[in-house]
């Protein structure tokens, strides 16, 4: 996708998030929508939440093929993320040491990380693509944006 494209995609996604989420109805419930809405607006192969809860992150809501149920810390690029606490673009999954392969067929990734106010992952939002070299900056970028549009709404939800 042509970056001014992908930047006017993404704008308009970002209003239609800001619409679609509620304070009125349970994080999961905005979670999944979310997971939906960017699946549909990229037709990736792959887009979902892993909720960090003792000490392991475990399967949230998504859109896409099957998927790993738990990620141990520092494990893959979502259990990296985690540890790093930094979003992550990963061009070839399969260069990437210690890759965690729940579908043979995604070939690239990027994890955004959801931070609470302690500074403590909460959520990382994993997508995956069957293209290589699929993320970049743009979307490193507006999914750190729709993170924040997330952490918001779990400060409310409390």
Known sequence: METNVKKEVYEKLLIEIEALISNEFPLISNLSNITSVLKEKFQ?????????EDGKMFLGPFQGPLACMS??????????????KETL??????????????????RSEIVVPILDENNEVKFVLDIDSRYLSTFDDIDAYYLKKIANMINNLCKIIK
Do not use: M, N, Q, R
């Not at 990437?96 to 043979?104: E, L």
């Open 89 to 106: 673009i990963v061009p070839d999954v399969t260069k990437f040491p210690g890759h965690i392969a729940c579908s043979s067929l995604s």
């Open 44 to 52: 990736w192969w792959w887009v979902g939440f892993y909720i960090v």
């Open 71 to 84: 990620i141990p810390y520092g494990k893959g690029v979502c259990g990296k993320a985690w540890k790093e």
